[in-house]
């Protein structure tokens, strides 16, 4: 490639003392931590939540299929890279990635905790924490912080403070304290983010709709399930009028595949031609949902074959690639040979704009000051 490949989507492993040395001192012995439970590994434990985080997965990146679990795994045996930015750029290297657009994992999960005043706390420690670990190579980890959405307010206050971070985007929890988010309590909160230029994103599994013990059938058919939640704001803020509201406003749906999007935009479109008289409930747009989804939506996929594939049924100047690293789904360190394969297909200019072009335009990222690979 003769320009920068850009992950729209990696992650982190919280460190040990994430939430711990960075929370306030209220909930110090109540933050998140991690603990051991002997053969079965460790575990980031959260207080008011049922279940422990396995680390099993967090960081199964470059193992096969038959080696993955969710128990048994170490804290000290996880690519270090997770937590220690010292190491990340040459795991970067070892992918043919020059930069990453960098989400929490432990922060993910608790996105669903209902105690929104704790949720407050932990997201203002993983910034903080967030913060340091990219100010190792701001050019190339560019970290998004988060917010609790205890309500628009103070919503818009944690924009300001994750901007003065120096972070680049906002990860957002999948419901927010009050109402909904086609709430017009929500418009100066969607203008605030416009005007500080700051890429609003939902990420898969952080709503408390999209939960794998839930589903229905075998166990595996949840993992099916997990991409509903995110369409299910996408269609909120369509059919909700935010971004006939605000013409200028972009968010991210990411890590929930993009190969689906051609059939949900005819879906979309259809449910409004054929039945808004009855379904709609006052919903009056200027243009059609489609047009709405195409334009303000950009979406993130790493090994969806169908998105490369299906590229000119959608807009494709609005899907990003991404490596998940270090995640299980993740196509690191094998992720030029996948894109070899699978967006050989494309036009240059489309190859372009969904491995570098489009991140780098939304999320201002000068490509020259970047390594290319």
């Known amino acids: 490639m003769s320009y920068p490949i850009v992950s729209a989507d990696s992650h982190i492993?919280?460190?040990?003392?994430?939430?711990?040395?960075y929370i306030e001192k209220k909930y110090v012995d109540t933050a998140p931590r991690i603990e051991s439970l002997g053969d079965k590994g460790d575990f980031f434990v959260i207080?008011?939540?049922?279940?422990?985080?396995?680390?099993?997965?967090?960081?199964?990146?470059?193992?096969?299929?038959?080696?993955?679990?969710?128990?048994?795994?170490?804290?000290?045996?996880?690519?270090?890279?997770?937590?220690?930015?010292?190491?990340r750029l040459g795991d970067q290297d070892r992918d043919g990635v020059s930069a990453e657009v960098i989400y929490p994992t432990v922060g993910m999960m608790l996105c669903n905790h209902r105690d929104f005043d704790y949720k407050k706390a932990c997201f203002d420690?993983?910034?903080?924490?967030?913060?340091?670990?990219?100010?190792?190579?701001?050019?190339?980890?560019?970290?998004?912080?988060?917010?609790?959405?205890?309500?628009?307010?103070?919503?818009?206050?944690?924009?300001?403070?994750?901007?003065?971070?120096g972070l680049r985007g906002v990860m957002m929890p999948g419901n927010p304290l009050q109402e909904?988010?086609?709430?017009?309590?929500?418009?100066?909160?969607?203008?605030?983010?416009?005007?500080?230029?700051?890429?609003l994103s939902f990420h898969i599994l952080t709503t408390r709709s999209s939960n794998l013990t839930e589903a229905r059938g075998p166990r595996i058919n949840g993992f099916l399930s997990i991409i509903r939640g995110n369409q299910d704001i996408m269609g909120t803020l369509v059919f909700g009028g935010v971004f006939a509201r605000h013409p200028?406003?972009?968010?991210?749906?990411?890590?929930?595949?993009?190969?689906?999007?051609?059939?949900?935009?005819?879906?979309?479109?259809?449910?409004?031609?054929?039945?808004?008289?009855?379904?709609?409930?006052?919903?009056d747009l200027e243009k059609l949902p489609s047009e709405y989804f195409s334009e303000h939506i950009y979406t993130t996929f790493q090994d969806d074959w169908v998105a490369f594939q299906t590229a000119n049924l959608m807009n494709w100047r609005r899907l990003m690639w991404a490596n998940d690293f270090p995640h299980s789904d993740s196509t690191w360190p094998?992720?030029?040979?996948?894109?070899?394969?699978?967006?050989?297909?494309?036009?240059?200019?489309?190859?372009?704009?969904?491995?570098?072009?489009?991140?780098?335009?939304?999320?201002?990222?000068?490509?020259?000051?970047?390594?290319?690979?």
């Open 125 to 165: 420690a993983y910034n903080r924490w967030i913060g340091e670990y990219c100010s190792e190579a701001p050019a190339r980890l560019l970290g998004c912080g988060q917010t609790a959405m205890r309500s628009p307010e103070e919503g818009m206050r944690d924009l300001e403070a994750i901007k003065a971070a």
């Open 180 to 199: 909904d988010y086609d709430s017009p309590i929500y418009d100066e909160f969607w203008a605030a983010a416009v005007e500080l230029g700051l890429p």
């Open 47 to 87: 207080d008011g939540m049922d279940s422990p985080i396995a680390l099993g997965l967090v960081a199964a990146a470059g193992k096969k299929p038959e080696e993955l679990s969710i128990t048994g795994s170490r804290f000290e045996d996880l690519h270090r890279s997770g937590w220690d930015a010292k190491y």
């Open 248 to 283: 200028k406003l972009n968010v991210v749906c990411v890590e929930a595949d993009a190969g689906w999007v051609p059939h949900y935009l005819y879906r979309m479109d259809h449910a409004y031609k054929r039945h808004r008289n009855w379904l709609a409930l006052g919903v």
């Open 334 to 373: 094998w992720s030029q040979e996948m894109l070899a394969e699978q967006a050989q297909h494309l036009t240059d200019e489309q190859r372009h704009a969904i491995l570098s072009g489009n991140v780098c335009e939304l999320y201002g990222i000068e490509p020259a000051t970047l390594p290319v690979h």
């Open 13 to 21: 492993t919280e460190a040990p003392n994430t939430y711990t040395d």
